[in-house]
């Protein structure tokens, strides 16, 4: 069974940049069929994506995020990792990491669905 | 326009029948990409609950089904029970966004 633990500080301050570390368990990380994600959730609100990033380091941004935001993989330690940077109080959510399906959609490779999800790490923007 | 449009709540009685509406758009579900739904139990990570529209992972109940036509999308759940309260979320690809896109949630009460 697939497992994914999110790992890093729980309170970062504004202006400066948030780390979070995703080890991943019971499967390689070098599956070509899937993608790894990041996805958070503000407190009392919805799911936003992140962004999304392939063992060959291939990466896909939010648009609204994408100027802050860089992933990484490492392979050999079979996990992916989120900076995000110039943090405000809007940051301050419960940060996901979870795996997609990738797959050919209307003639294209698109994500499709997140199946295995992390338990969440709630990190707080704050002085 | 890259939106996915839930009703913020709705609610029923144990035992009854209710569905879910996701709306999308030309974007995303009106050009053919499939739609998902997820379970978000109070307190917990959200759970794969229907993928590519109507397909059920294991140990999911059959009381839980998808449907989408056009540019919507719909969850049904059937015989309601008290521990279904939960947000659910749809999902799915959007062209424009280039990237995975979330409905708002839908929060379910059983009354």
């Known amino acids: 069974q697939l497992h994914l633990q999110e790992s890093g500080p729980g309170l970062v301050k504004p202006s400066e940049t948030l780390s979070l570390t995703c080890t991943v368990s019971?499967?390689?990380?070098?599956?070509?069929?899937?993608?790894w994600d990041w996805i958070r959730q503000p407190p009392g609100k919805g799911l936003e994506w992140i962004g999304s990033?392939?063992?060959?380091?291939?990466?896909y941004y939010n648009p609204s995020l994408k100027s802050r935001v860089t992933m990484s993989i490492n392979t050999s330690k079979n996990q992916f990792s989120l900076r995000l940077t110039s943090v405000t109080a809007a940051d301050t959510a419960v940060y996901y990491c979870?795996?997609?399906?990738?797959?050919?959609?209307?003639?294209?490779?698109?994500?499709?669905?997140?199946?295995?999800w992390g338990r969440g790490s709630l990190v707080t923007v704050s002085s | 326009q890259s939106v996915l449009t839930q009703p913020p709540s709705v609610s029923g009685a144990p035992g009854q029948r209710l569905t879910i509406s996701c709306a999308g758009s030309?974007?995303?579900?009106?050009?053919?990409?499939?739609v998902h739904w997820y379970q978000q139990l109070p307190g917990t990570a959200p759970k794969l609950l229907i993928y590519?529209?109507?397909n059920r992972p294991s140990g999911v109940p059959d009381r839980f089904s998808g449907s989408k036509s056009g540019t919507s999308a719909s969850l049904a759940i059937t015989g309601l029970q008290a521990d279904d309260e939960a947000d659910y979320y749809c999902?799915?690809?959007?062209?424009?966004?280039?990237?995975?896109?979330f409905g708002g949630g839908t929060k379910l009460t059983v009354l």
């Open positions: 979870a795996r997609i399906k990738w797959g050919v959609v209307v003639a294209i490779v698109t994500p499709r669905f997140l199946d295995f």
């Open positions: 019971g499967d390689s990380i070098t599956s070509s069929s899937y993608n």
């Open positions: 990033i392939h063992y060959t380091g291939s990466t």
């Open positions: 030309s974007s995303n579900i009106g050009a053919g990409y499939d």
């Open positions: 590519d529209n109507n």
């Open positions: 999902q799915s690809y959007d062209s424009s966004l280039s990237g995975v896109l």
